[in-house]
């Protein structure tokens, strides 16, 4: 091929390859998360002890805590781009699965603080997700193919946020089942990528659009 003969870094190349798929998962999994849950208010039945206003608000509010986490988290060294992305999925879908196994399992009624003490968590996971799952990436692929490779993420993305207004016409059980088994699996899917903080960290002294500062 070109890029080979060039010896320019090609997506179809087995460890970019890889990467795209990595991250065209994690793409489609934090848009369903993120939005999904915001829809998924609709799905409060005031029957059940559950005030649709409060938990939107709750639901709204929850990302705040979300950002500030993976702001700082993924600039620490001890935690880096990888693992906060990691731990934020896994968070999420635990949360969501222990939720299921409250109300399917154990009875657990809507208006039990416990029940929304997790969901405010398992929204924080997916906000702190959000926030790296789109910064991540970009510094995952080197210059030549980094706008192919995030396109086809993208795609992806695009179609968990159409998706994502499908969650009201799910049963609650059934939805947190999806969304959480989704979170953390990723959570396990994003660990096969590399860490990237030290080499964004070394970029302003790389040369620009130098492939060693991204990580192969």
Known sequence: TPARATGAPSMLERRWLLKVLCVSFSWLTVNLLFYGLDFAVANCDAAHGCDIYRHGALTAIADLPGYAVSYVAADSPR??????????????????????????????????????????VGKCGAASAF????????????????????????????????????????????????????????????????????????????????????AA
């Open 131 to 214: 926030s790296v799952a789109y910064i991540y990436p970009t510094e995952l692929f080197p210059p030549q193919i980094r706008s192919s490779a995030l396109g086809v993420a993208n795609v992806f993305g695009r179609l968990a946020a159409i998706l994502a207004p499908l969650a009201p016409s799910l049963a609650p059980a059934l939805l947190y089942s999806i969304l959480g088994t989704l979170g953390l699996v990723n959570g396990a899917v994003v660990l096969l990528l590399p860490e990237t903080r030290a080499a964004a960290d070394r970029a302003p002294t790389a040369t620009a659009g130098a492939p060693e500062a991204v």
């Open 79 to 120: 935690f880096g781009r990888r693992l906060t992305l990691s731990l934020s999925f896994s968070i999420a879908g635990a949360a969501l699965l222990t939720i299921c196994v409250l109300k399917a399992g154990l009875g657990v009624a809507d208006d039990t603080g416990v029940l929304g003490v997790l969901a405010f």
